[in-house]
Structure formats: structure tokens, C-alpha cells
Nanobody
Framework: VQLQASGGGSVQAGGSLKLSCKVSGRTITNYTMGWFRQAPGKEREFVGGINRTARRAYYSDSVKGRFAISRDSAKNTVYLQMNNLKPEDTAVYYC????????????????????WGKGTQVTVSS
């Protein structure tokens, strides 16, 4: 299984970006999908996760109400729509997949994720 994240870039505060994560090798409906990020000098942290049916998603408090995860099964792709971006959202964003089921009601443990994509840089200027 391979994951390829894309869509990062530079935006001003208040702007929007949509990240994509293309899954190849297996059908995306087999996986719990998560988004994580790592800011300079900080630990990688959970952003959001979506369960295998794509009916439930859970977000960190820092992005709740601004970010949304969706999935296009036909394209085997999961998305992270980021609105009202803030300078503190600046980070490298990673997508990850987990073979285990997920209720979509709690923070995903990054150490439990099975597959990772390379990150995509998001820079938000004030």
C-alpha cells in the first residue's frame, strides 16, 4: 500500500487549502484514514481521522470547525479541506492508513498507523 499526499502550499491567514491523499495498492475502503501534522520543532500531532465507511470523522480541538475530511472511493483518495487557516496551522501534513476499524470518535494514535505517505508542506502567513 502506498500513500501520496499532495496539495500543500503557501496561503495567507484566513485562506483555504485542500490536501489530497491518493491510496494505491489496496482499496481505500479497507482502511481507517488519518491526517497528522508536524510543525517545526514540535512533535507530530493528530489532525483528524475518518472511519472505513466514511460516515464518521473526528478532529483535534485545534482544527474542529475549520477542517473537514472526506473521501472519494472511486478515486481511492481522501481529502483534508482546510478553511480559515491560521499561522499556527503551518506544518508538514501527513496522511496515514490503519487496517484496524475505527469508530471515528477519538484521537488516532500515530504509532498504530500502518502506512504513511510523504508529507506535504502547508505554510500560512499572517
Amino acid at each position: 500500500v502506498q500513500l501520496q499526499a499532495s496539495g500543500g502550499g503557501s496561503v495567507q491567514a484566513g485562506g483555504s487549502l485542500k490536501l489530497s491523499c491518493k491510496v494505491s495498492g489496496r482499496t481505500i475502503t479497507n482502511y481507517t484514514m488519518g491526517w497528522f501534522r508536524q510543525a517545526p520543532g514540535k512533535e507530530r500531532e493528530f489532525v483528524g481521522g475518518i472511519n472505513r465507511t466514511a460516515r464518521r470523522a473526528y478532529y483535534s480541538d485545534s482544527v474542529k470547525g475549520r477542517f473537514a475530511i472526506s473521501r472519494d472511493s472511486a478515486k481511492n483518495t481522501v481529502y483534508l479541506q482546510m478553511n480559515n487557516l491560521k499561522p499556527e496551522d503551518t506544518a508538514v501534513y501527513y496522511c496515514a492508513a490503519d487496517r484496524r476499524p475505527y469508530s471515528g470518535t477519538y484521537t488516532l494514535d500515530q504509532h498504530g498507523m500502518d502506512y504513511w505517505g510523504k508529507g506535504t508542506q502547508v505554510t500560512v502567513s499572517s
